[in-house]
């Protein structure tokens, strides 16, 4: 992945809470986001029309897109459409692929963009990424990071509750990938940034302790907040490597071999609980699994349909979804045979803890 343009500036405005959407028009007059209310509000085919009908009468000067797929094509064609006229920012509202989209095409006109989450299933909310489908394949491009994050509870809480869950995973793969970017720092001498493994650290293990599940406001507030952060540390770092590691080049080799076997959020969970049993911290690994287990998230491959011959599959092929990391996948540098055997044994660890 290509670095990203680094910023330590954070959000002129995160506000995670019941009711969010109502102050957005308000959020939206500060002359440091837009001058004259010329903006652009780009929507999925969610809720996003539904939260651009209740701010229309306060934006009277808003042009509403609808976009669908989270494709590169769209975003360009979003691109086109914001040339049209002068806007002083982008509103991307609803899930992570309308916000990609949003966040890809202002950041090629050079325009601010508020990220509106009606949804919780990753870090793309606030991250310097846009993940985006091209010729089949998701690919990761640098983009700005949003000058401002609403996050509404009563929004998400009306989602699907698979897509809310899945932010968990993602936000716990975390701790799998900071332990990655550690062992590349011992074995490479990668220099480690350490605010940016702060922000990221600090949102998995609040996560990760939480006693509450998607029912509880306090519950879904620490996540938000942890999402919004991952997204801050990769931004502090210019890179994503606070928040990616072997975890995801699972996720990506999945995605590339088995598309649409599940979402980025359930995939990284799995692959980081794999890759902290490959890296043979059980303590690690013990607390990971039972959080996973607690919200209901994937933990064997069989759980997001994939036969253990896939997932080694999908394992041997994931160094090369980020050929410049160093992870501990490329540390082991397992063989297929290898992997299938780590991959038995890990199974068993998962069924004890069941029984």
Same mark, same amino acid.
């Given at each position: 992945?290509? $670095?990203?343009?680094? #910023? %330590?500036? &954070?959000? /002129?405005?995160? !506000?995670?809470?019941?009711?969010? @959407? =109502?102050? *957005? ?85 050079? $325009?601010?963009?508020? #990220? %509106?989450? &009606?949804? /919780?299933?990753? !870090?793309?909310?606030?991250?310097? @990424? =846009?993940? *985006? ?223």
């Amino acid at each position: 992945m290509p $670095l990203l343009a680094r #910023s %330590v500036l &954070t959000p /002129l405005h995160i !506000d995670v809470r019941r009711g969010a @959407v =109502a102050d *957005l028009a308000a959020i939206l007059a500060d002359g440091r986001i837009s001058s004259g209310g010329d903006v652009a509000v780009v929507v999925g085919p969610g809720q996003g029309a539904q939260i651009a009908e209740l701010i229309r009468p306060s934006l009277r000067s808003a042009d509403v897109f609808t976009v669908s797929g989270g494709t590169l094509d769209a975003a360009d064609d979003l691109g086109g459409k914001l040339r049209a006229r002068s806007y002083d920012a982008v509103v991307g509202i609803g899930g992570g692929k309308t916000i990609d989209v949003a966040k890809y095409a202002a950041t090629r006109r050079g $325009l601010p963009m508020v #990220s %509106v989450a &009606t949804s /919780l299933a990753n !870090d793309g909310i606030a991250s310097p @990424v =846009a993940s *985006l489908i091209t010729d089949g394949l998701k690919g990761s491009y640098g983009v700005h990071i949003p000058i401002a994050v609403i996050v509404d509870l009563d929004f998400v809480e009306s989602g699907p509750d698979r897509h809310n869950r899945a932010g968990i995973g993602d936000v716990i793969s975390n701790i799998s990938a900071l332990a990655d970017w550690e062992l590349s720092r011992q074995v490479r001498g990668e220099p480690v940034d350490g605010l940016a493994a702060s922000l990221a650290r600090a949102g998995a293990e609040a996560v990760l302790n939480h006693p509450g599940d998607m029912s509880d406001d306090a519950f879904v507030t620490v996540l938000a907040e942890a999402l919004i952060s991952s997204g801050l540390a990769m931004a502090v770092d210019g890179t994503s490597r606070p928040c990616s590691g072997g975890c995801h080049e699972i996720m990506h080799a999945v995605d590339s071999l088995f598309p649409g076997t599940a979402s980025h959020g359930e995939l990284a969970g799995l692959g980081a609980l794999f890759c902290t049993w490959l890296r043979g911290d059980l303590r690690r690994f013990g607390e990971m699994s039972a959080c996973l287990a607690r919200h209901g998230l994937p933990r064997l491959p069989a759980d997001v349909g994939l036969t253990d011959d896939q997932f080694v599959e999908a394992v041997q092929f994931a160094p090369r979804t980020r050929p410049d990391r160093y992870t501990i996948l490329e540390h082991l540098a397992l063989s297929p045979t290898e992997t299938r055997e780590r991959l038995a044994d890990y199974a068993g660890a998962i069924r004890d803890r069941l029984g």
